[in-house]
């Protein structure tokens, strides 16, 4: 088919539209990638990708190996080796699960091998939790996983095909966790766009391993035993790959934008109603709906509040979002998860807010909330109080010295 003949077919292609929840949504996109290696253990709340995925193998609709592990950690070493022989793969899972295979996970990095995975955001037991929480994906935050949240099942979907894109760019090859908050997106139905093949093919190239494929054939060596001889200079390298991701990341979106029409400019976060705004508050993942709420409610009273979306954890765009932030009288940080001991008893995000900002010639006071664990909802009025204390910071001009627990029971 010439190029002539091949446009005319994408443009004539249309979307559909299904009604199905977050891992739904990364199961289709497994299908629309052409994905041959999937692997399996259940855990709630990532297990309803499995179960979709199986359903759509069953009634012959996709063409995969599925492969059901007896462990998450073997689930993750069975993807981890199908990427290192040239095959596509995608795993994932939850909370302690996630934990249970860190073995696994801590070394694809250094491997570079671009696994992608999805991740059902759910607290670490014990106590026994299937709710939301962010440490679990947030563990492996400084290993050289790429991590990106969403917060809708067609972020979900897009997002998955634009990781397998980005991870498998020969300047990257390394890992992606995809977070997907445990029942708020796990398993809420939606109406989500799914694209044509014809449009996937011709924005995700076959992944290619070139010369660093695993193969009787190419005698390579993968995980060496290099102690202190070249460990430095491995790490420097997947250093190096995590900085190229930066410029990957944004070429696969403005390629996104064209194929698909759809996605912002900025990949990396999302701003709401913050151009004129005087404090914003921010946060990652589905908290954004009461946050939003609230927000339109407050713009009808007059009164200038915002939000940021942090959508990519790592790569952090640390320079426009520290420039953006700049501009604010204060700036309120939702964790939905904790850092014990750190620095203001924070979160993990607002820390990493503080360390954004202080490069910036001018510094609001960063005002840091811990809220909704264990899948515990943020709800209308948290959100009003969480405003309201970060507008009382904006006046006093201080930071807070301590973190504030909204919603918690005396």
Known sequence: MDADAATAVRVAAAEQEALISGSEAVAVATKLADVDVLTAYPIRPYDTLMQYVA??????EQDAEYIVAESEHSQFE???HAEAVGARAMCGSSGVGWCYAFEAIAVTPALRLPLVAMVGN????DPGAFGT???????ARDLGWMHVWVDTAQEALDTTLIAYRVAEDRRVFLPCAI????AFLTHSQTLVKIPPQ????EFLPPYNRGDLRLHPDNPITIAPQVNEDWLMEIRRQTDEAMR???????????DFRRIFGRGDGNPFFEEYQTDDAEIVLLGMGTLSMPVKVVIRKLREQGQKVGFVRVRWFRPFDYERLGQLLSRFAAVGVIDRDF????????GVLANEIRSVLYAQDRRPPVVSFIAGLGGREVTIPAVKEMIEQTRKAAESGKTPMDTQWIGVRA
């Open 122 to 125: 759910r607290a670490l037991d």
């Open 55 to 60: 359903k759509q193998i069953a009634n012959g």
């Open 244 to 254: 190229n991701a930066r410029g990957v990341i944004e070429e696969a979106y403005r």
């Open 133 to 139: 929480e962010h440490n679990d994906a947030l563990a």
């Open 78 to 80: 069975i993807a981890k």
């Open 198 to 201: 014809v449009w996937v093919d």
């Open 179 to 182: 977070s997907t908050d445990g």
């Open 339 to 346: 850092s014990m001991g750190s620095p203001f008893n924070s």
